[in-house]
């Protein structure tokens, strides 16, 4: 165990006490400035489960720790996404904060909700998701990225590297913003001659590697000719490489992902896997709570969308990529 | 025919029939088919075994897939984040399995609350502790572990494209057969899902056999969370979480009734090779991926209402059978 990490390991021990003595005695936790400051930023988006959000909360209870202001991350349940996106949103609003950060994953919930705190006096900046929809609803800007622009870098990348029928697999079926990324990567390989395949994933599989994996084999198995392969998410996308190499089939598939997990950097490094596309999560959540701070405190903000992806990571950055999450753990992905 | 792993195993057979015609030629009845079936089916039937087992003896355990997904994270957590031996990661798990096995045991007994209630609470209380600590800890919820040494060969080994589950499984088939049907605890485990209170009238230790069980299930999940985090060299909180559902749905493909008092260890391996035959064999059709679940599904519902069948023609014949 290194020095870091034991500091680290002290440091969450002590987090935990903290959070639960809290508990115990009703307060809860934060710089001594907060009260001073007076600012209070709600910000509703994805579940830590999914390991595309540690990084997003860990950037954006970074910001709220570096600017001394009050935070309060409520999480979206992805299993019952439609109610829950309402009920958090519901819940921010009833918290009568400085500024709410959201992200409107089902816009047709979402949005009336958005323009209710507008109403009401609250502003809302409109974080990671929902970036054709912010300025209608009155929000004050986004930041993120855009769930078309994210596949079709994805498919100039398959083009790069020679492969123009590539198989989409979906972990989230139904999640309009997935959808949209393999519908970005369908343009792009389409109106280079090629064609594109959603690969829906059965949801009693979404947990089980093994079960991703095998089906992703199958998959190339009976549908002969696919070139390339592109996953949603750091996990699915090593479960890709792994189905390819177990088909003997690295040669003729490459593999790429959004999302980055070390497994996938080595992968990379490996050459195994061709490339990754990175949101850089841990922006969208600092910076989310940054512009809120600045637009409540000062009526300043960004003018138009703030993109934070796709940034890609090949090999050709892959050194830099993997020195950074060395040194500094759960801010490029999951670990 | 009175047997309870009759229905599972015409069901098992039926379906790999089924799909050795309709998809034979696609590549399922190739190796990497074959051994596509078998693995799936020996992951969920570790978890399956000791769930049945308890179910015969009367009692749920929901909290399973939650105990996966924190074995997963305290495995990756030491030897990925902490870069500790693999071993203390697994002896770590094994013990917060027991222990979670043994509360949701002596809960069940001490209070005689619904075991499917107290089970959907632990599932619950381990999910949000995982996720907690090991964000507090590591700042993610999936850490990428890559086994080493003897664990790998222990738990992440395969032999052309078949992992060392299978021999897991099989062992723990054998072993949870010889208990159920050749000792007198598994007496005990039939007498006590029959009916508890003539179990306790004929001396059975019915808190005793309960509690036993509900650790024997914690730590078949323990297992699967073991060999999955280190198959897939990674650790996620998540892992594992559907075998709540997957697993009781193998043993009662098999045959163990949801009532408790009957069913077979026999009958859960068949339940679990029908659903990791037809959740596999549905991709090497060919058809439309959208169509997977529905036909998955379909498949399952067929399984358990020819068991059904199958039983109701065996209590003409012997009595002794609940129907």
């Known amino acids: 165990m290194s020095t870091r990490h034991r500091h680290k390991l002290v440091a969450g021990v002590a987090v935990l006490a903290t959070g639960i003595m809290s508990l115990l005695v009703g307060i809860s936790p934060g710089p001594a400035s907060a009260a001073a400051n007076n600012i209070k930023i709600v910000f509703v988006s994805g579940p830590l489960t999914d390991s595309f959000f540690p990084p997003l909360y860990n950037g954006a209870k970074q910001a709220s720790h570096d600017l001394g202001i009050s935070f309060n991350y409520i999480p979206i349940n992805e299993g019952d996404i439609e109610q829950s996106s309402a009920q958090t949103m519901e819940a921010a609003i ?3 904060p400085s500024a709410i950060v959201v992200g409107d994953f089902i816009t047709s919930v979402v949005d009336p909700l958005i323009r209710k705190a507008v109403k009401s006096g609250i502003p809302v900046y409109v974080d990671q998701s929902g970036q054709d929809q912010w300025q209608r609803d009155g929000a004050f800007g986004f930041v993120g990225q855009q769930g078309p622009a994210a596949g079709a870098a994805a498919g100039n990348e398959f083009l790069r590297l020679g492969s123009k029928d590539v ?12 959808t949209a990324v393999c519908d970005g990567l369908a343009g792009v390989l389409k109106r280079a001659g090629g064609s594109s395949t959603i690969l829906p994933l059965p949801t009693a599989d979404a947990t089980n590697p093994l079960k991703v994996t095998q089906d992703i084999g199958a998959y190339l198995a009976s549908h002969k000719g696919i070139t390339g392969a592109f996953a949603e998410n ?6 890709a490489v792994a189905a390819v190499q177990a088909a003997h089939l690295g040669k003729t598939v490459q593999v790429g992902t959004m999302e980055i997990s070390r497994l996938d950097l080595q992968q990379v490094e490996a050459g195994q896997m061709a490339f990754l596309i990175n949101e ?13 701070y600045q637009y409540v405190k000062y009526g300043l903000a960004p003018v138009g969308p703030v993109a934070t992806g796709p940034a890609i990571i090949d090999k050709r950055n892959i050194a830099k990529v993997l020195s950074v999450t060395k040194r500094y753990p759960g801010v490029l992905g999951s670990d | 025919m009175a047997r309870s792993e009759t229905g599972g195993l015409v069901s098992a057979v039926a379906v790999f029939v089924f799909f050795a015609i309709t998809a034979g030629g696609k590549g399922f009845l190739s190796q990497t088919g074959t051994s596509d079936w078998i693995n799936t089916s020996s992951q969920l039937g570790i978890v399956a075994l000791p769930v049945g087992l308890l179910m015969i003896a009367g009692e749920f355990d929901l909290s399973v897939g939650a105990v996966v997904g924190a074995t997963s994270i305290i495995v990756a957590m030491c030897h ?3 870069s500790l031996s693999p071993w203390v990661g697994i002896t770590i798990a094994i013990v917060v399995g027991a222990g979670i096995g043994l509360l949701n045991g002596v809960i069940t007994v001490s209070t005689r609350l619904p075991s499917f209630v107290v089970t959907l609470a632990m599932m619950l209380m381990v999910d949000g502790a995982s996720i907690g600590v090991a964000n507090a800890l590591t700042g993610a919820s999936s850490i990428s572990a890559i086994p080493t040494g003897s664990s790998r060969v222990i738990f992440a080994s395969s032999w052309d494209s078949f992992d060392v589950s299978i021999i897991w499984w099989a062992a723990l088939a054998v072993l949870g057969t010889y208990l159920l049907e050749k000792t007198q605890f598994g007496n005990w485990v039939s007498a006590t899902g029959g009916s508890a209170r003539a179990a306790r009238l004929a001396g059975v230790p019915t808190s005793r056999v309960k509690i036993v069980l509900f650790v024997a299930s914690s730590l078949g999940a323990v297992l699967v969370g073991i060999i999955e985090t280190l ?6 909180v998540t892992l594992g979480a559907d075998y709540v559902f997957t697993a009781i749905a193998a043993a009662v493909i098999g045959g163990v009734l949801l009532s408790g008092g009957y069913g077979s260890m026999l009958g859960t391996v ?8 037809a959740s596999m064999g549905v991709f090497f059709l060919g058809w439309d991926a959208d169509l997977t679940d529905l036909f998955v599904g379909l498949f399952l519902l067929l399984a358990v209402l020819a068991n059904n069948l199958l039983r109701r023609m065996a209590v003409g014949r012997d009595a002794g059978v609940p129907s």
């Open chain 1, 280 to 292: 850089q999560p841990y922006l969208d959540g600092y910076y989310g709570v940054l512009f809120a």
């Open chain 1, 234 to 239: 750091a996990a699915d996308g090593s479960d």
């Open chain 2, 270 to 277: 068949f339940g679990s090779f029908t659903y990791g035959i």
């Open chain 1, 94 to 96: 009833a918290e009568h």
């Open chain 1, 167 to 178: 198989l989409c697999i979906d972990n989230v079926p139904g999640n309009p913003y997935l």
């Open chain 2, 80 to 82: 990925g984040y902490y």
């Open chain 2, 231 to 236: 198959s897939f060299s990674n650790g996620n």
